[in-house]
Structures are given as structure tokens and as C-alpha cells.
């Protein structure tokens, strides 16, 4: 017996948010592109690439402003399960799979402004986990260069500082 009959919790699907109008908007417009730059008509094409770009960064802004409060409705989730002892998660899996997807969906629209096919194509990934992580190391590293250098240890090494380094 699972414990989701156990303890009476429904299990339905997923909410997934719908696709908004200008995520639809931008792949009209991108299969338009398409169509013109098929025809020799590269001008007209990167026109048309222009709506396409605009309407990509809409969908990352309305996307981008929905993970806050995708971010409370979580919170509420888990107050819920820790009044509960965890035995009501539904609320707080939900949120959170929501989440990750307006997540997914901010990263996916913002490479969509700079490379458009990208942005289709990033759209069915799940690419969160690796661009946080990568934003993450690539942080660290960052942050311990600066501190290193501000240590002064990089100038007992450094030849343009230490005149016995020079030839």
C-alpha cells in the first residue's frame, strides 16, 4: 500500500502552467522566419526574427515574475506538511515541480532572445539543475579569485609588482 493511499492524499497529475500567448506568438513568427529565409529573402527573414525575439522576452519576464510566487506558494506547501508531519505533500510537490517549470522556461526564453531556435528547442529540457550549478561554480570560483586577490597573496607572485622577477 503507498503511502499516498494510506494517508488519503489524491494523487493527480501535475499542474503545468499553460503556454502563454507570446511563447505561441514567437513560434509563428519564428516559422515565418523560416519560411522567408527558405525563399532567399534573408532581410524579410531576420525581420521576422525580430517579433520573435520580443515576444521570447515577454514570456521570460511574465515567467521570471511567476517564480516568487510559485516560491510562497511553496513555502505554504511545506508549512503544510511540517503542521501535518509530512503527511500532506501534494501541495508542496506541486509547487515545487511548478516551480522548476517557470524555471525551465525563464532559461529557455531568455537564450530564445539571443539564439530563437535554441529557445524552442531548451523548452522540453529540463536545463535548471545544470545552468544553477553551473551559475554556482562558476560563482565560487569568482568570488575566491576576488578574495584571493584582494589577500595580496597573488602579489608575492605577480612579475610586473616584484622587481626581482624582472630581467
Not at 493527480?12 to 509563428?28: G, H, L, Q, W, Y
Request: hydrophobic share 45%; net charge positive; with cysteine.
Amino acid at each position: 500500500m503507498t503511502r499516498a493511499v494510506a494517508t488519503g492524499e489524491r494523487l493527480t497529475s501535475v499542474e503545468i502552467p499553460n503556454e502563454t500567448r507570446f511563447f505561441d506568438n514567437a513560434i509563428k513568427y519564428i516559422n515565418l522566419s523560416k519560411i522567408a529565409q527558405e525563399k532567399g529573402k534573408y532581410l524579410e527573414s531576420w525581420k521576422l526574427s525580430v517579433p520573435a525575439k520580443l515576444n521570447f522576452l515577454v514570456d521570460a519576464i511574465i515567467n521570471a515574475c511567476m517564480i516568487p510566487i510559485t516560491l510562497v506558494k511553496s513555502f505554504c506547501g511545506l508549512v503544510k506538511a511540517g503542521y501535518t508531519w509530512g503527511n500532506e505533500t501534494l501541495y508542496f510537490r506541486k509547487s515545487i515541480k511548478v516551480l522548476h517549470e517557470h524555471a525551465n522556461r525563464t532559461i529557455a526564453s531568455g537564450f530564445g532572445v539571443m539564439f530563437t531556435n535554441r529557445g524552442v528547442l531548451l523548452r522540453t529540457n529540463n536545463n535548471v539543475l545544470d545552468f544553477v550549478s553551473g551559475a554556482f561554480i562558476i560563482s565560487f570560483i569568482a568570488l575566491s579569485f576576488i578574495l584571493i586577490k584582494r589577500s595580496g597573496l597573488f602579489t608575492k607572485c605577480d612579475p610586473c609588482n616584484n622587481p626581482s622577477w624582472q630581467l
